[in-house]
């Protein structure tokens, strides 16, 4: 059983930084890729960052590049989420999530997902 584990939300300002985390755990687990999706209230889950282990190829939504870094280490499935300058229209609840083959930018690849997790931002 795959069992994937996100953490790190919570409550901040406009302008200020936050870090997600993420760890995707089973016995005989190894993703293809890994990424964060975010949806607000009302809204559909979009996708926001992804990183491709085979290569370190990286994935941003528009609207999140150059204020988000993902990283991650792929030995250990374990993926981050580096979010600054934060604003309202980040508000959302985070899910991480890990794929075993597929786009890393369609949320369709991914089979496994975490709980999520609240990020509010306060303006």
């Known amino acids: 059983q795959v069992q994937v584990v996100d953490s790190g939300g919570g409550l901040v300002q406009a302008g200020e930084s936050l870090r997600l985390s993420c760890e995707a755990s089973?016995?005989?687990?190894?993703?293809?890729?890994m990424g964060w999706f975010r949806q607000a209230p009302g809204g559909e889950r979009q996708f926001v960052a992804a990183i491709k282990w085979s290569g370190g190829a990286t994935y941003y939504a528009d609207s999140v590049k150059d204020r988000f870094t993902i990283s991650g280490d792929n030995a250990k499935n374990k993926v981050y989420l580096q979010m600054n300058s934060l604003n309202s229209e980040d508000t959302a609840v985070y899910y991480c999530?890990?794929?075993?083959?597929?786009?890393?930018?369609?949320?369709?690849?991914?089979?496994?997902w975490g709980q999520g997790t609240q990020v509010t931002v306060s303006s």
């Open positions: 089973g016995r005989t687990f190894s993703s293809y890729a």
């Open positions: 999530a890990a794929s075993q083959g597929g786009d890393p930018r369609s949320k369709w690849t991914y089979v496994y």
